[in-house]
């Protein structure tokens, strides 16, 4: 071990900053984020001090370095060019037993400044030694994605009842206690921004003492996304590999479920066209009984649980019932495939609005408002609507859109199996049929698909069934 790490605690102490370049600045934004006052000996500041959170607690107290300058600091960062200035200064803080920092030159340094991931009150620091700083950051980025910015919170109600549970909670049993605290709910509330509640979760497990019996159950209603694995958000990944048992549909790709813990308990649910698993009424009351079993269940589902998704269903039987839970949103298939697909849903040239609807035929028609989706200034999203895409295509037109309006079909959108037939009303159906697609797919209609010839940016693997592209003004389009 090269270094040994320590946290200063600079609040209300001053730091002297040699230099006065951008760099510079944001050496001393940590120092006033870490609570110092900073004084900077530099001839000129580059405008980005002026822009500091906290700048009213930096002054500038010399032109160049001064040995006296030292005195009273806690810590000095040196930002200079000057190889030889940078090595008095060096020098001199080391004689004063400072610490000091000189950038970019580990043998000067008595300190490192680490990459750091803020989560005050909890910190993280990543550190190669000045060796490789760049592989330090990439480090943290990863880290980044693993630590909930809630944390700091998590952190801060428990020092809240730090003095409690030390009156409460005998020695021997608080650590006990408190992996408990942060393996239960309380974690989860916190994160999901029920702070009251999971603080009075807190008090109650402080009463019943260390002995006390938390269930965990509860229900992450999660949304996956349009297939690609690179598009959940980061607490949807935390909450799949944490999670004791999964409920997933049809919808969500093998490399989404692959990202999910994996000695978890798995239970798929999917629903395929006239071919429905498990009915959605079954699936609501098994939310319910895996999470009074005391379970940490994740309802995958595929997009957004919002959108065509039946979340709102399923959380209304949750709280029917008094099940804690918690919707994590997804990119919707809408917004994912469409741009994967090159075709933006709105542009001022073309579209100014857009609408959802959805292609599921019952007893072989539709119930949709066509007067208010038929219109030429509007995008039209089509979900599941391949079974029905001759029937739909033939009431857009009936209701008002001329035959040629644009229009597009996307299999396995976002994912390296991407497919998209490009046509216009009275061509797609025929051919879609040609094309021999398959659901999952997604239908958009209108004047912005006349942009995907030229915003077609995501190019699948070429041996992922993709064949070549010919013109949009052809009869069809097929990449």
């Given at each position: 071990m090269n270094y040994l790490p320590i946290f200063l605690d600079l609040r209300g102490r001053v730091a002297l900053v040699v230099g006065g370049s951008e760099i510079a600045?944001?050496?001393?934004?940590?120092?006033?984020?870490?609570?110092?006052?900073?004084d900077v000996a530099a001839s000129a500041l580059h405008e980005s001090f002026a822009r500091l959170p906290g700048a009213e607690r930096v002054q500038v107290?010399?032109?160049?370095?001064?040995?006296?300058?030292?005195?009273?600091?806690?810590?000095?960062?040196?930002?200079?060019?000057?190889?030889?200035?940078?090595?008095?200064?060096?020098?001199?803080?080391?004689?004063?037993?400072?610490?000091?920092?000189?950038?970019?030159?580990?043998?000067?340094?008595?300190?490192?400044?680490?990459?750091?991931?803020?989560?005050s009150p909890i910190m993280v620091a990543v550190s190669s030694g000045g060796e490789s700083p760049v592989l330090a950051r990439l480090l943290r980025a990863r880290l980044e994605t693993l630590i909930p910015a809630a944390y700091?919170?998590?952190?801060?109600?428990?020092?809240?009842?730090?003095?409690?549970?030390?009156?409460?909670?005998?020695?021997?049993?608080?650590?006990?206690?408190?992996?408990?605290?942060?393996?239960?709910?309380?974690?989860?509330?916190?994160?999901?921004?029920?702070?009251?509640?999971?603080?009075?979760?807190?008090?109650?497990?402080?009463?019943?003492?260390?002995?006390?019996?938390i269930s965990r159950g509860e229900v992450y209603l999660v949304g996956a996304g349009p297939g690609n694995p690179d598009l959940l958000t980061f607490r949807?990944?935390?909450?799949?590999?944490?999670?004791?048992?999964?409920?997933?549909?049809?919808?969500?790709?093998?490399?989404?479920?692959?990202?999910?813990?994996?000695d978890a308990e798995r239970i798929y649910v999917g629903k395929e066209r006239d071919d429905h698993a498990v009915p959605q009424e079954e699936i609501n009351l098994m939310l319910v009984r895996l999470a009074k079993e005391g379970k940490r269940t994740l309802r995958l589902k595929g997009g957004d649980p919002f959108i065509f998704?039946?979340?709102?269903?399923?959380?209304?039987?949750?709280?029917?019932?008094?099940?804690?839970?918690?919707?994590?949103?997804?990119?919707?298939?809408?917004?994912?495939?469409?741009?994967?697909?090159?075709?933006?849903?709105?542009?001022?040239?073309?579209?100014?609005?857009?609408?959802?609807?959805?292609?599921?035929?019952?007893?072989?028609?539709?119930?949709?408002?066509?007067?208010?989706i038929a219109r030429r200034d509007q995008?039209?999203?089509?979900?599941?609507?391949?079974?029905?895409?001759?029937?739909?295509?033939?009431?857009?037109?009936?209701?008002?859109?001329?035959?040629?309006t644009p229009a597009a079909i996307v299999q396995h959108g976002t994912q390296p199996t991407q497919r998209v037939v490009t046509g216009d009303l009275g061509s797609l159906p025929a051919l879609a049929e040609a094309a021999r697609l398959k659901a999952p797919t997604l239908i958009i209609v209108g004047q912005v698909v006349r942009l995907r010839e030229k915003l077609n940016w995501y190019q699948p693997q070429p041996d992922a069934g993709q064949t070549s592209a010919t013109p949009l003004e052809a009869p069809g389009h097929l990449s």
């Open positions: 600045a944001r050496k001393s934004e940590l120092l006033l984020r870490a609570g110092a006052s900073v107290v010399a032109d160049v370095f001064r040995d006296d300058l030292l005195d009273g600091k806690d810590a000095v960062i040196v930002v200079e060019e000057d190889a030889a200035v940078a090595a008095r200064v060096a020098d001199a803080a080391r004689s004063r037993h400072i610490p000091v920092n000189v950038a970019d030159t580990p043998a000067l340094c008595s300190f490192i400044l680490p990459s750091i991931i803020d989560r700091g919170r998590l952190g801060e109600l428990a020092s809240r009842y730090r003095e409690r549970v030390r009156a409460a909670i005998k020695p021997a049993q608080r650590r006990a206690f408190w992996e408990k605290v942060f393996t239960s709910p309380i974690a989860e509330m916190v994160f999901a921004g029920r702070d009251a509640d999971a603080e009075r979760q807190l008090v109650d497990m402080i009463a019943d003492g260390a002995e006390c019996d949807a990944l935390r909450l799949m590999q944490q999670a004791d048992v999964i409920v997933y549909d049809r919808l969500v790709s093998q490399p989404i479920l692959d990202m999910c813990r994996r998704g039946r979340g709102g269903e399923e959380i209304e039987t949750l709280v029917e019932h008094g099940v804690p839970f918690q919707v994590v949103p997804g990119i919707t298939a809408a917004a994912g495939v469409a741009s994967y697909a090159g075709i933006p849903l709105t542009h001022r040239d073309y579209a100014q609005s857009v609408a959802f609807v959805t292609g599921h035929l019952k007893e072989n028609t539709f119930n949709l408002n066509w007067e208010g995008t039209i999203v089509i979900y599941m609507g391949l079974k029905g895409l001759p029937l739909l295509c033939e009431s857009l037109i009936k209701h008002g859109l001329p035959p040629d």
